[in-house]
């Protein structure tokens, strides 16, 4: 079912590019692979967008795309469940055991599965684990396209994982010639506003961390982490650095350098689709794509970035920054700008990383009961890391392999040292390490949890 979903994405995608959008949606809904109001759920959510099933349906979605307005769910349950997958009655099915939040629910009377939309946060963990292809999650390239034909200017911002996505020798610069090619302005590297938060999480540090017993909570990179935070460890709040992710960060910078600007993230998580509409940040990302998604729009545009002529950009990101992309690399990132700006904080620093939704719930365990032996802890939802994100092309090793290289041949080695970003930083308003500790200095990098 997964693959007949991605097949149709792309069947969509290249029936918008080429004039045939109407015909192409007539023979889907028509399709024996569908029960009809089933295949128009799947195409609302295949478009990003949220219409009723109808007679007039073709009409409103088309109407949906050009009038493209946020909706509040990403995941949708689009088919009843059978409940195979358990072995006996009674028994979890794969996706109940799989959701971190214990979201999905039974339904006794229809004697199927439903997600409770107060507990879901759109993890996108069911998506993956629903070998049935029950689940689905909005795909926003349609409402994209339309953006791209009117010559707005249009950003794409990739997150540090796509190092080795298309293959271990695609360059920087020949994604950027990809994305320009689609119809973007242009590319940046996510990891360069990671190398800022990178500088206001040591100075956190610095201010948070100051006897036995204190610990930092990085919020930095993944949404489910956050997730797990503010809905099952509360009282842990209080310990969480009030920072935003990388991509909300490289939105609102990018924002506030050009207002008129739009900025699309592209990265291997669900989850971050959700993040970007998350009402105390929902300024800064207009889009979100998936890895595999963007995998589908270069087969259907005949984009091979292996074999584009890259468009060079100048050095800018750091190797802390690209090394987000993986599990224990905020905390080499945080660390070195720790030892760099506070040397006699860094004697004490003790870091701490988990990774996968077992590690996260063990670690905040221990840190809730006063049990950890470190005062910086670092979760990631999946396992790896970003580069083991749901929607990544290549197995995390290899991702991790590639990030890994890819950061430590950074000409710029620490956040710190960085002239670009120190120039970035000065069009933001922030010329100093000192206003790295005024509230109102750094508001474009903060968010509030409590």
Not at 34 to 55: H, N
């Amino acid at each position: 079912m997964k693959k007949i979903y991605e097949d149709l994405f792309k069947e969509l995608v290249k029936s918008y590019y080429d004039g045939n959008f109407n015909s192409t949606l007539e023979n889907i809904m028509n399709s024996p692979n569908f029960d009809k109001l089933e295949a128009m759920s799947v195409i609302s959510s295949l478009c990003g967008v949220d219409v009723k099933a109808d007679e007039n349906f073709i009409y409103n979605l088309k109407k949906a795309i050009t009038n493209y307005k946020v909706r509040e769910k990403i995941i949708e349950k689009v088919s009843s469940c059978s409940r195979d997958c358990t072995s006996e009655a009674g028994e979890k099915t794969k996706c109940q055991t799989a959701c971190p939040f214990d979201a999905i629910l039974d339904d006794p009377i229809k004697g199927t599965t439903y997600i409770d939309t107060d507990l879901c946060t759109d993890c996108g963990i069911c998506v993956e684990a629903c070998d049935s292809g029950n689940f689905i999650d909005r795909i926003e390239f349609i409402p994209i396209i339309d953006l791209l034909k009117n010559n707005k200017k249009v950003i794409a911002a990739v997150a540090p994982a796509i190092s080795g996505q298309w293959g271990s020798d695609v360059t920087m610069d020949q994604y950027r010639s990809a994305f320009i090619k689609m119809g973007f302005t242009d590319m940046i590297e996510v990891a360069f506003t990671a190398d800022m938060l990178t500088i206001k999480e040591a100075v956190e540090f610095n201010h948070h961390v100051n006897k036995d017993g204190d610990i930092m909570i990085t919020s930095c990179c993944c949404p489910m982490w956050v997730g797990m935070l503010k809905k099952v460890y509360h009282d842990l709040v209080k310990d969480v650095s009030p920072s935003v992710s990388p991509m909300i960060a490289a939105g609102r910078v990018l924002k506030e350098l050009n207002p008129d600007v739009k900025v699309v993230f592209i990265g291997p998580c669900i989850a971050k689709k959700a993040e970007a509409r998350d009402k105390d940040i929902s300024d800064a990302i207009d889009y979100v794509l998936t890895f595999e998604e963007l995998k589908g729009i270069f087969e259907v545009l005949d984009i091979i970035p292996s074999e584009l002529q890259g468009i060079p950009s100048i050095e800018y990101a750091s190797r802390g920054g690209r090394l987000y992309a993986r599990t224990g690399g905020v905390s080499i990132a945080v660390s070195e700008a720790v030892e760099e700006l506070f040397p006699q904080k860094y004697i004490k620093l003790k870091t701490a990383q988990a990774n996968g939704v077992k590690e996260c719930k063990e670690i905040l365990e221990k840190a809730k009961a006063g049990k950890l032996d470190a005062n910086f802890i670092e979760g990631m939802g999946c396992i790896g890391g970003c580069v083991g994100g749901p929607k990544a092309l290549i197995p995390k090793e290899h991702g991790k392999t590639s990030v890994d290289e890819f950061a430590y041949n950074s000409a710029v080695k620490v956040a710190t040292h960085s002239d670009i970003m120190k120039e970035v930083l000065s069009k933001v308003g922030i010329d100093s390490l000192d206003d790295f500790k005024s509230k109102e200095k750094i508001k474009i990098f903060e968010r509030e949890f409590s």
